[in-house]
């Protein structure tokens, strides 16, 4: 088991040759890729190469973080770019199934090496750390079959040393909670509608401006079932009429705490 300085020397090695073959990272603008552009970045400048920051504009996402995503990569000097991508296009995903992570990712990452191919930079990474192999991310094999790389993951960073080293760095995301697909709001086999999916992201938005950190609208039919940290439940409640009266002008008829609180992935529990 590599301890935290070996990991930084090795994530330098992967980057020190990567940056001079050009590198594109899929950059969300959140912890892990913002560490991961940083890493790169400075690489760079050691030695000379290209460094993309891209980031996806999808359907599927929520939109708040370009802003976030361009500042990160003008403070550590990358070339940034937007790819727009219409996941609903692509049949394999409309319906919500099961592998959708799966089918999502591929389609998404082939635009990114075609980007990449475009911009002649021979390496294309992404920001998955050794955590993420924890979780259902089915997504990860999609991954790994187009030849994209994880470096902080073959590094062996968990998220712990991701947020460490983006503080050393001064990263401005270094604290920014993750976020994740709009899709995982909806259970499995629920057609995916542009609708619905701008109803969910306008109502979590409300709630991050509330002062909400994590928050996911799960939907189940009429109910919207709201997953928070535990220790915000008492801000919810204080707020609920106002809260209730937003969900609902969005569509929703039944408005459920749950009070279990946050759990990523709550969607792929059995019943």
Same mark, same amino acid.
């Given at each position: 088991?590599?301890?935290?300085?070996?990991?930084?020397?090795?994530?330098? #090695?992967?980057?020190?040759?990567?940056?001079?073959?050009? !590198?594109? !990272?899929?950059?969300?603008?959140g912890?892990?890729?913002?560490?991961?552009?940083?890493?790169?970045? @400075?690489?760079?400048?050691?030695?000379?190469g290209?460094?993309?920051?891209?980031?996806?504009?999808?359907?599927l996402?929520?939109?708040?973080?370009? #802003?976030?995503?361009?500042?990160? &990569?003008?403070?550590?000097?990358?070339?940034?770019?937007?790819?727009?991508?219409?996941?609903?296009?692509?049949?394999?995903?409309?319906?919500?199934?099961?592998?959708?992570?799966?089918?999502?990712? @591929?389609?998404?990452?082939?635009?990114?090496?075609?980007?990449?191919?475009?911009?002649?930079?021979?390496?294309?990474?992404?920001?998955?750390?050794?955590?993420?192999?924890?979780?259902?991310?089915?997504?990860?094999?999609?991954?790994?079959?187009?030849?994209?790389?994880?470096?902080?993951?073959?590094?062996?960073?968990?998220?712990?040393?991701?947020?460490?080293?983006?503080?050393?760095?001064?990263?401005?995301?270094?604290?920014?909670?993750?976020? &994740?697909?709009?899709?995982?709001?909806?259970?499995?086999?629920?057609?995916?509608?542009a609708?619905?999916?701008?109803?969910?992201?306008?109502?979590?938005?409300y709630?991050?401006?509330?002062?909400? #950190?994590?928050?996911?609208?799960?939907?189940?039919?009429? !109910?919207?079932?709201?997953?928070?940290?535990?220790?915000?439940?008492?801000?919810?409640?204080?707020?609920?009429? %106002?809260?209730?009266?937003?969900?609902?002008?969005?569509?929703f008829?039944?408005?459920?705490? %749950?009070?279990?609180?946050?759990?990523?992935?709550?969607?792929?529990?059995?019943?």
């Open positions: 088991m590599y301890d935290y300085m070996d990991k930084k020397e090795k994530l330098e #090695e992967f980057l020190q040759d990567a940056v001079k073959k050009g !590198v594109c !990272v899929a950059f969300s603008g912890v892990d890729s913002s560490l991961l552009l940083a890493a790169a970045c @400075r690489e760079q400048k050691r030695s000379g290209t460094v993309f920051g891209v980031m996806f504009d999808t359907f996402h929520t939109k708040g973080d370009e #802003e976030a995503a361009r500042r990160v &990569s003008a403070e550590c000097g990358a070339d940034f770019a937007v790819l727009p991508v219409n996941e609903l296009d692509n049949p394999a995903i409309l319906d919500n199934p099961v592998d959708r992570c799966y089918q999502c990712k @591929r389609f998404l990452y082939a635009r990114l090496k075609e980007f990449a191919a475009e911009h002649e930079c021979a390496v294309v990474v992404d920001g998955t750390n050794a955590d993420d192999l924890k979780a259902y991310r089915p997504g990860l094999k999609a991954v790994s079959e187009l030849g994209i790389l994880s470096p902080l993951k073959e590094a062996g960073f968990t998220k712990e040393d991701v947020r460490r080293m983006a503080e050393e760095f001064g990263i401005s995301a270094a604290g920014k909670p993750s976020n &994740s697909c709009l899709a995982t709001r909806l259970p499995y086999g629920e057609r995916l509608d609708g619905i999916l701008e109803r969910i992201a306008q109502g979590e938005e709630l991050t401006e509330l002062g909400f #950190e994590t928050v996911r609208i799960r939907v189940h039919g009429p !109910v919207a079932r709201v997953e928070l940290l535990p220790e915000q439940f008492s801000l919810f409640l204080n707020l609920r009429e %106002d809260i209730a009266a937003r969900l609902k002008e969005l569509g008829l039944y408005i459920t705490l %749950d009070a279990e609180g946050f759990r990523s992935g709550s969607m792929d529990l059995k019943g």
